[in-house]
Every structure is written in C-alpha cells, then in structure tokens.
C-alpha cells in the first residue's frame, strides 16, 4: 500500500508501533520513527531517524509530535500525505495493566463500570477446553471471578483509551490548523477486539464477537454521520485508501473500498485462526449478518472438526445459546460448513 501510494505521489509516513519481520522503509515509507512489538506507555525505546533511543515520557505524545510533523512537512512542500498513525495504547503493558495516567483515571468511576452480562458464563455449548484455555485462567489471574476486579480493568482501560485519544485529538486538530480539513480522509480502526471478562475470557483470538469485532470509523469530506451496516474487513481499508486517492486497487488485492455502492457486497466472510495461539485450539467461522457458525479442530489432528457451535445474533448477541445439535438448523449448519 505505501508503495502504491508513493508511487501516486504521495508522502508517506509510518509512526508508531511496528509489529512486522519487515522495516517500513523496505515496504514504501519515506519516513518512519517506530518502536517494535509492545511494552511499557512510558520511556519506550524506539527506532527514531535510524537510531535506537528512549523516548521519554508517554509513549503516543512522542507518536503524536512525529505524525503532527510530517502532516506540517508535507503541507509546506505542497506534496498530498498517507500517514499511518499506529498507537501503542490501549494494548496492555508487559504488567498486564493500563497504566494511565491519574487524570484520566479519575474521569471514571470504577463502581459506575458496567459489568459484561455474560461474566459469570458456565461455558455450556462450548467446547469443553475452553474451561481450562489459557482465556479463562489468565482471567482468573486477573480476578475476573471477582466484579470489582473486573470494573477495576474496565476503568483503566477506558481511561487508557481516552488518555489514547487526546493524541489523536492532536492530530486531527493539525489538520484542521492548515486547512486541510475539506481534503483529508480519517480511517479509525482497532486492530482486534478484545474480552475484558465476557464468557469470564480475557485476550483475543477466540471466534466471539467481542473478539472478532473492531471499531471502525471513517470520516471525509463526502462522508455523512451514519452506520453501514454492511460488513466490512481489515482488507477493505487498502482498498478504500486506493480509491480515495485515485490509485488503481490491484487485482490481488481482495478488500473492496468502502466507498462502492453497496450492490453486490459480501453477505458473509470466513475468520479463520488455524494456528493455535494464546491458547486456543485451530478454529475457523463464518459469519453473515444473523448467523454464524463456529468450528473448533482438534490441535493433534487439525482436519478433525471438535467442537460445533452455531449462533443466532439477532436474537442471541451474546453467544450463550449453541443450536448446532439443534434438528431445526441441521441444514443451515451444513450450508454454512459448506462456505
């Protein structure tokens, strides 16, 4: 992507975290000061014009005053901008924890976090690993048997996030300053979902809806406040960002901008999570805008289908209900194994 795009014309710049066995400069960066994996909110080290330093203070101010730079840069040489602003926060520090600072903790108040509904889950109608999988014993090391404790996480994560959000209010204000607001697209997106005690898990990687989903939030100057209800992917952002800017989306790309009408969009998508990672088993879904179907293999013998789960979101959001055994949707389960 920033290849095409420096190709196009444009400047691009990378700051922030870097989670790849590649550099961004071997990919189509001009300019990257990055820090690599994750790790403590402040006094980072980071790869900064080439060299190895220790950022001090919060770690998503120095990403801000990097990306408010090369914003202020570009504009001065008259030359358009792709930036990818990639924040450290609000994932967990090697504590376990979201150290946020106390400001940001105070504008919560931990008894007035909201509970997840499903905390307390017996796990029935999910595969039986799952009582003993690294999500549930890493949430019990975090209290998560315990409300308070999980109110506790909750308000440190929001407050995290908001701390999170006042760099990226710097940004956008940048932008707003030299007047280029009228030109400027913002594409907003978390990079996993994430349990803070729902199904009493914590981590990601599981097929729930608390794990799959992400926030995602583009804003331009054709867009209009509102919710598209289609569903979109991570691959739909290289392609949108190609439109945007005029560039041919390559043929070997799968995603579909986000701005084509919605004629002829996807009506359902696999997610697959093959490898066993952070404890789990291989396990691969498919989900539509109702319905989704959960297969879990056995991790001896990955083409062995374990464990079956089927969901009806529109009237089970929360996942507690298995219909897999159910006679009524035998069909359904085979169509959906199918796809």
């Known amino acids: 992507l920033p290849r095409l795009l420096r190709d196009a014309g444009y400047r691009t710049g990378m700051f922030g975290k870097w989670h790849l066995g590649s550099k961004p400069a071997e990919i189509g960066y001009d300019e990257a000061n990055y820090f690599h994996s994750n790790g403590t909110f402040y006094g980072r080290t980071a790869i900064v014009d080439g060299a190895s330093v220790t950022v001090p203070g919060y770690t998503d101010d120095a990403l801000g005053d990097w990306s408010v730079a090369v914003i202020q840069r570009a504009h001065a040489d008259r030359v358009p901008f792709f930036l990818w602003h990639c924040t450290q926060v609000p994932h967990m520090d090697h504590t376990f924890d979201w150290p946020a600072r106390q400001h940001y903790l105070d504008l919560y108040d931990v008894a007035q976090m909201p509970l997840p509904s499903t905390w307390q889950d017996d796990l029935s109608g999910k595969p039986p690993y799952l009582k003993t999988a690294r999500s549930r014993t890493r949430a019990l090391e975090y209290g998560y048997d315990d409300p308070a404790r999980i109110r506790r996480h909750i308000q440190r994560y929001r407050a995290a996030t908001t701390q999170m959000d006042a760099t990226l209010g710097r940004v956008i204000d940048a932008v707003d300053q030299l ?161």
């Open 179 to 339: 007047g280029l607001s009228d030109n400027t697209w913002f594409l907003f997106m978390g990079d996993n979902g994430w349990q803070i005690g729902e199904h009493g898990f914590t981590s990601k990687v599981l097929a729930y809806e608390e794990s799959i989903r992400v926030p995602m939030i583009v804003a331009g100057p054709r867009t209009k406040p509102g919710v598209d209800e289609r569903l979109a992917l991570n691959i739909d952002l290289a392609a949108t960002i190609l439109d945007v800017a005029g560039v041919d989306v390559p043929d070997a790309m799968h995603g579909r901008s986000l701005l084509t009408p919605s004629a002829d969009w996807r009506e359902a998508f696999v997610y697959e999570a093959p490898t066993p990672v952070l404890g789990t088993h291989p396990v691969m879904a498919v989900r539509d805008a109702r319905w989704k179907l959960i297969r879990t293999y056995d991790p001896d013998s990955p083409l062995r289908v374990a464990f079956t789960e089927l969901y009806d979101l529109r009237n089970d959001p929360h996942e507690l209900r298995n219909l897999a055994d159910e006679p009524e949707h035998a069909d359904r389960v085979a169509r959906m194994a199918e796809q």
